[in-house]
């Protein structure tokens, strides 16, 4: 599969060499830099999901949480699936309204924060109980007010990209496991509860196969356990590929797997089931480009690495330091020339050599191109003169999100979205040092 077609660097997408230059020109390096065109396919994509009584498609809003980015994603139809109250403010200060929005989270709500919960609730938020204390904390409110409730069962199983992704099995604190299921039904026959959603996510990226296993899994859990719900909710963790020798998970195939499945489930109980999924990863990931300029070279001898220092790294995009995440390389000369790209470097003439991307921060992790033990693996690519850039695809999801931001005193970079139209629009301005130092006060 080719990335770069006719100056465009994604098959499907609007981004070019040309508005990476004229991005890296207007706002100062380095900037996120978002592709509209790709975040609208991947939103009808998704939508489009074979299902069998109905879907309802969450953007999980921890993968980027760009106030403009979830306008965006939620007029073209889609909720929003979010970790913690502070998600669902900033939803709701985005202008969502609470119907739109599920909470799924490890924290028990407690004095104001209770307060607020409750009136979300009311005012149409779902709330997705996730341990014995939230179903303690939040029965009564649900039946004296008659709102049903979702549940989050973590099955003992999951599968992730790397260990730390998986949320599904004895290692992951995610949910009630399903060893205590007994003083779930226990609690909700005492109560009278109404379980109208049982809700599993078994983590980030994993093999598509476990995905599919799981629709068996959690279809199961609800035909015993759960009489009351109308929504199974698969959650999110499609794995989407970043570099070119990985494969994305096909959520055609996913769907109508699961849409067999749930008439099935009908044939044999009578009951439709409405779906439920929450992917954050298919939505942005490769809708996302850090761009980053070349602020210097080292070489460490004949048996070391030659280094192309970077002005941003494990600040900016966490990712490979923290899971041994691979992103793409794009080297591209000040004037607009694409020197290389990891799509396609038997095409490229260039001089390419194994080469190590390294960031500004005072750490030997600062690498983009590290593997899971944090080992640096040096990647074939061209050798670009200070002030080129290099772009580091697949940065739409839990990069600007989850980044170390300021550590080394370093700003957090632009957010800057390319429209459909070809223009650029900034999205969030990039930080400043006063706004680091704003809640800092003197001995
Ligand atoms: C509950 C829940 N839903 C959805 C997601 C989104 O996962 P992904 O970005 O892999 O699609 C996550 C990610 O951690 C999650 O914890």
């Known amino acids: 599969m080719s990335h770069w077609k006719n100056g465009h660097i994604a098959p499907f997408g609007n981004m ?16 996120y830099l978002y592709d509209e065109t790709v975040i609208l396919q991947k939103c009808k994509d998704v939508l489009s999901m074979p299902n069998a009584h109905g879907l309802t498609v969450r953007y999980a809003m921890k993968a980027n949480a760009n106030r403009a980015l979830l306008q965006l994603i939620t007029e073209r139809g889609l909720h929003l699936d979010s970790s913690t109250l502070n998600e669902v403010c900033r939803a709701h200060r985005a202008g969502i309204t609470y119907d739109k929005i599920m909470l799924t989270s490890q924290e028990v709500p407690l004095g104001k924060d209770r307060e607020d919960l409750e009136s979300m609730i009311l005012e149409g938020l779902t709330y997705n109980i996730c341990s014995l204390q939230q179903l303690d904390l939040i029965a009564e409110f649900a039946v004296l007010n008659q709102k049903p409730m979702s549940i989050r069962i ?54 598509p196969e476990m995905w599919r296993d799981n629709i068996d899994r959690e279809l199961e859990i609800t035909e015993n356990y759960f009489p009351n719900a109308k929504i199974v909710n698969l959650g999110g963790g499609f794995k989407e590929a970043r570099m070119p020798d990985e494969s994305s998970a096909d959520i055609q195939e996913l769907g109508a797997y699961a849409k067999t499945r749930f008439e099935e489930f009908e044939n044999r109980t009578g009951r439709k089931l409405h779906m439920g999924i929450e992917p954050g990863t298919y939505i942005v990931a490769n809708a996302g480009y850090l761009i980053t300029s070349v602020m210097d070279e080292k070489w460490s001898g004949p048996t070391g690495f030659e280094f192309i220092i970077l002005d941003a790294g494990m600040e900016s995009n966490t990712r490979p330091l923290l899971y041994g995440s691979r992103h793409p390389f794009y080297v591209i000369s000040k004037d607009g020339k694409l020197l290389s790209s990891e799509f396609d470097l038997n095409s490229m003439k260039s001089e390419l050599d194994f080469r190590v991307v390294v960031g500004r921060c005072c750490e030997s992790g600062d690498s983009q191109s590290l593997d899971y033990q944090g080992h640096i693996i040096p990647r074939n690519m ?56 704003e809640n800092e006060i003197d001995i």
């Open 16 to 31: 070019t060499t040309e508005s990476i230059v004229k991005a890296s020109g207007q706002f100062s390096t380095p900037i």
């Open 154 to 207: 973590n099955p003992g199983v999951g599968a992730g990209e790397s260990v730390t992704r998986n949320t599904g099995d004895k290692y992951s604190s995610f949910g009630i496991h399903l060893a205590n299921i007994d003083k779930v039904i226990q609690k909700v026959n005492e109560t009278g509860l109404v379980i109208n959603q049982v809700h599993v996510h078994i983590g980030s990226g994993g093999d």
């Open 382 to 437: 061209a050798d670009p003169s200070v002030g080129d850039l290099v772009v580091i695809g697949g940065t739409g999801a839990y990069c600007a999100a989850m980044s170390l931001k300021n550590y080394n005193s370093l700003l957090q970079p632009a957010e800057v979205l390319l429209r459909e139209n070809g223009k650029l629009q900034l999205i969030r301005k990039q930080q400043n040092l006063d706004q680091i130092l």
